[in-house]
């Protein structure tokens, strides 16, 4: 998806890759050469959850990324950028993008999962799943897109670090009224708040700031918290189910993303660990790619 004004690409543009999560944005900035310039980093970039502030960290991160290139932000119109970013599946949220008057020689943006899997299998078969502040999964096969799960926090993001910590807070509460069994995690997530005061800072959150909550399940977890374990069990059966889904439509090598992915991937059922391969390349490294090709074709 694009909103770009006809421009020519020649050797004084350069070329940034965006992975925009729910937590952080990275970028990543190349000569048209293909040599490494910079890196920068911004904050949230789901445009589903917070719109204004996903671009206001678009533009930390290339800002950072120009920063360390010993570029100057005068560049803005030199840069041809490719996005992968956390909530640009709605149609609603696509539309608001398009219309964007962005700073950018060009801008093309697709799904961060989507910018992932070119990244993760330099443009062959394969499947990423995204396990970070939210949930994405997505294989291509023949050319063919597959997305599963991950239509967003609440409602499809099992197993991501926000659903991890509205797990965690939800049980914390039950534990504090009486009506859940104890765990270990309560004082951590309360602390000496009442629910009512506890209940008011959660209030419209976003998702990272309940995936702020999600090491906690891991790290009593391994403490022996019957609760924490739980939930963890349920985030490990689903993504089992995840894998085979992807499996079931023909993928045969499955990359994981993602911080929390680090913690689960480990604990998968260990007749799937054959599809489950390393990345060849970064979601950002698929960003320039992505944008590479659509300039190409002409988007």
């Known amino acids: 998806m694009s909103n770009n004004a006809d421009i020519h690409i020649n050797d004084d543009h350069y070329f940034v890759g965006i992975d925009g999560g729910g937590t952080r944005c990275r970028a990543s900035l190349f000569s048209a050469d293909g040599h490494f310039l910079g890196k ?18 678009i533009h930390d991160a ?50 961060d999962v ?75 997530i309360i602390g000496k708040s009442s629910l009512p005061e506890f209940a008011e800072t959660m209030l419209g959150a976003q998702p990272n700031h309940f995936a702020s909550f999600a090491p906690l399940v891991f790290d009593h977890a391994e403490q022996g918290d019957a609760v924490a374990i739980a939930i963890l069990e349920t985030a490990i059966a689903f993504v089992n189910r995840l894998i085979r889904r992807l ?20 604990q998968i059922d260990q007749s799937l660990s054959q599809y489950i391969v390393e990345a060849k390349g970064s979601p950002e490294e698929g960003a320039i790619y992505f944008a590479k090709r659509s300039f190409s074709k002409g988007k």
């Open 40 to 57: 920068g980093l911004g904050g949230p970039a789901n445009v589903a959850s917070d719109f204004n502030l996903a671009l206001q960290s």
């Open 62 to 111: 290339i800002i950072g990324s120009l920063k360390e290139a010993g570029l100057s932000a005068d560049f803005m119109n030199h840069l041809v950028v490719g996005a992968g970013l956390a909530g640009l599946h709605l149609p609603e949220v696509q539309v608001k993008l398009k219309r964007w008057k962005h700073p950018f020689g060009a801008f093309f943006c697709e799904t």
């Open 114 to 188: 989507y910018t992932a899997v070119l990244g993760a299998h330099q443009d062959e078969d394969g499947a990423v799943i995204v396990l970070g502040t939210g949930l994405a999964a997505l294989g291509i096969v023949d050319g063919v897109q597959y997305p599963v799960c991950g239509y967003g926090f609440p409602i499809s993001a099992t197993a991501s670090g926000a659903w991890f910590g509205l797990e965690a807070i939800k049980a914390a509460m039950l534990d504090v009224d009486v009506v859940g069994p104890s765990t270990s995690m309560t004082q951590d």
């Open 247 to 266: 499996v079931s439509l023909g993928v045969t090598r499955i990359t994981f993303i993602g911080g929390v992915a680090t913690r689960i991937q480990s």
